[in-house]
């Protein structure tokens, strides 16, 4: 049947989640940066020189929340527009980024890996930066129509997994959760199942970078 997790532990959970993902987005920067040779010198000591090797904890910290403020702004450029035309409210706005989440999926499963780890970090930000801060709220407006899901976190065959997404986020899309009560109790369980999905979507991918 698998484990209840409170909410306070999914929450927890959640934050390591993130922190993984924003992680993810980084190394996939390829070579261009230069950020993996700048922190980790050559096992031949070669062609960096020792004081670049031995960078200062704190420099690197700098190094990587300057990277991460730098992703962030790239974002929200790109999807200028879009966010934007963000709801206000809780519901309707989770329905709303789930439906942009939607239409990353076929790029995130199908092409290249550049292209498909592209459309994989803008869903991956979508879903930190905007649904899921509306779906905290919507677990507090509507706390007694929440019903405990059973999360499993286990593993899932891509074209499993593809399915499975498409699924739930349409299933968030179509929910009228202003009209019906038995609605918002299966808004916050879909909402639930998509945390669910979107953390072994993580370990997907970062299955298929540990190959590269």
């Known amino acids: 049947m698998g484990n209840l997790i409170p909410f306070e532990k999914r929450k927890k959970r959640k934050e390591k989640v993130n922190q993984s993902k924003k992680k993810a987005q980084i190394v ?11 922190l980790n010198p050559r096992k031949d000591g070669s062609s960096i020189d020792v004081d670049d090797a031995d960078i200062e ?32 409210s809780s519901g309707p706005k989770m329905q709303y980024f789930a439906d942009v989440m939607l239409k990353l999926i076929p790029n995130i499963f199908h ?4 292209t498909r780890f592209d459309a994989y970090a803008d869903f991956c930000e979508f879903y930190i930066s905007e649904f899921d801060p509306a ?22 065959k891509t074209e499993k997994l593809e399915e499975e ?5 349409t299933k968030i899309v ?11 109790t299966e808004l916050l369980y879909q ?22």
């Open 165 to 169: 997404l498409k699924k739930c986020l």
């Open 135 to 156: 779906y905290s709220d919507y677990i507090r407006e509507n706390k007694k129509f929440e019903k405990e899901y059973q999360y499993k976190f286990g593993t899932m």
């Open 174 to 184: 179509e929910i009228s959760p202003e009209k019906k009560e038995e609605d918002k």
């Open 111 to 114: 092409g290249n890996l550049d």
């Open 28 to 38: 996939t920067e390829k070579a261009d940066t230069g950020c993996q040779e700048m």
């Open 57 to 88: 904890p704190e420099q690197q910290i700098e190094f990587w929340k300057n990277m991460k403020n730098e992703l962030e702004e790239n974002f929200r450029n790109k999807y200028s527009d879009v966010l934007a035309a963000g709801p206000v």
């Open 191 to 212: 909402a639930a199942r998509l945390f669910e999905l979107d953390e072994i979507l993580l370990v997907l991918f970062c299955e298929e970078l540990m190959k590269e």
